[in-house]
């Protein structure tokens, strides 16, 4: 007896159509490794005096990097860290040894609750106390509602897990003013800093201005291969570089990942606000396809899209695209809490700009929908 071929999986077939895609609809193409370092070879011929190793984080490329991110973020210090897991964790860690607290108010959807194999806990002893639950940002009453010593307080600008929810800019300073009345610092998880300013009305420096120390990461609207940095006052940035020793993340050399940080201030960083209004304009058209939005009106590039389909179906449909269009129209589809409903993420980046938003709406459609 022939025995049979086994029907290759979902996974199995994406991953088999994955390098036939010519098209994307969402954020930006992939790269190979070899494009992507020799990019950054180029990039690194144009740093003048800057071109050379940096030496467990000092000197080089990621000297240049937080001098130019001090300005930015209108902060006196900035240190580079690997990972932002580990920068954040440091933060805190300094916040609260100088509060004399490990109490943390923190929103329920925050990534250190539910992406950290809660390592802020095991490590360091927080005592995270929420702010919120469910989809929304925090304010002023929610603050309130926490009484006793804190710590520290962290507030995620964009709300990822919430759809990327932000506050209002005079919301925002509310809360920055609460956390001063209160005496106890406030800290931004800004891993998407960067794509909150159009929303905000503010620059960077001004929103960084309303906390005492801000978070910002660079692999992900800025396209460097990983890390992160923190801002802040330099008696505790310097005690979070040393947390960044014990943790392991102080390297012989971390020039790689600051060149890649220095390309995306320069290439990505410019063109948020385009991307925010293309975002925008596409959340205008969706919905009269039968494709819902979440936050209706986008405050960031990204948001999430949902469709009345079970997510298998969806997904199927995704493959398919793939496989017969050499089309990457979306991430992967999840069921949502609304039974007969899927969701995914939409992120718009610079493969979104070769559609106009009508083209890529009535392309989304066309996949998911009809």
């Given at each position: 007896m022939t025995e049979q071929t086994p029907t290759p999986t979902l996974a199995e077939r994406a991953r088999a159509a994955q390098p036939g895609i010519t098209r994307w609809l969402l954020f930006r193409p992939p790269v190979t490794p070899e494009q992507e370092l020799r990019d950054l070879a180029d990039v690194v011929a144009g740093l003048g005096d800057g071109a050379r190793w940096?030496?467990?984080?000092?000197?080089?490329?990621?000297?240049?990097?937080?001098?130019?991110?001090?300005?930015?973020l209108g902060k006196p210090a900035v240190a580079f860290f690997p990972s932002g897991v580990m920068a954040q964790q440091s933060m805190l860690r300094v916040w609260c040894d100088r509060q004399d607290s490990?109490?943390?108010?923190?929103?329920?959807?925050?990534?250190?609750?539910?992406?950290?194999?809660d390592g802020p806990r095991l490590l360091h002893g927080f005592d995270f106390r929420m702010l919120t639950e469910g989809a929304r940002v925090p304010g002023v009453d929610d603050l309130d509602a926490i009484p006793g010593q804190l710590?520290?307080?962290?507030?995620?600008?964009?709300?990822?897990?919430a759809g990327y929810l932000l506050p209002s800019w005079e919301d925002l300073e509310a809360f920055s003013a609460a956390c001063r009345e209160r005496g106890v610092p406030l800290h931004l998880d800004g891993a998407r800093l960067w794509e909150s300013t159009p929303h905000l009305g503010r620059s960077l420096a001004e929103v960084a201005g309303l906390a005492d120390s801000v978070y910002v990461s660079f692999y992900k609207g800025l396209g460097g291969l990983a890390g992160a940095a923190l801002a802040g006052p330099e008696d505790e940035i310097e005690q979070a570089r040393t947390w960044r020793t014990r943790h392991g993340g102080t390297l012989f050399s971390l020039m790689p990942y600051a060149v890649a940080a220095l390309r995306g201030l320069d290439?990505?960083?410019p063109r948020m606000a385009e991307f925010h209004e293309r975002a925008q304009e596409m959340a205008k058209l969706l919905p009269e396809r039968g494709i819902r939005v979440l936050p209706e009106e986008p405050h960031t590039n990204a948001f999430r899209i949902f469709v009345e389909a079970p997510a298998d179906s969806l997904n199927e449909r995704l493959v398919t695209a793939m496989e017969q269009d050499h089309l990457m129209a979306s991430a992967t589809w999840d069921a949502s809490e609304v039974p007969g409903w899927s969701w995914t993420e939409f992120t718009v980046g610079?493969?979104?700009?070769?559609?106009?938003?009508?083209?890529?709406?009535?392309?989304?459609?066309?996949i998911f929908v009809d």
């Open positions: 940096d030496r467990y984080g000092t000197g080089g490329p990621v000297a240049l990097l937080e001098s130019r991110l001090a300005e930015l490990r109490r943390v108010a923190i929103p329920a959807l925050s990534h250190l609750l539910h992406h950290e194999e710590g520290a307080v962290l507030l995620e600008l964009p709300l990822r897990d290439q990505h960083l610079p493969a979104t700009m070769e559609w106009t938003a009508a083209e890529a709406a009535a392309e989304l459609a066309r």
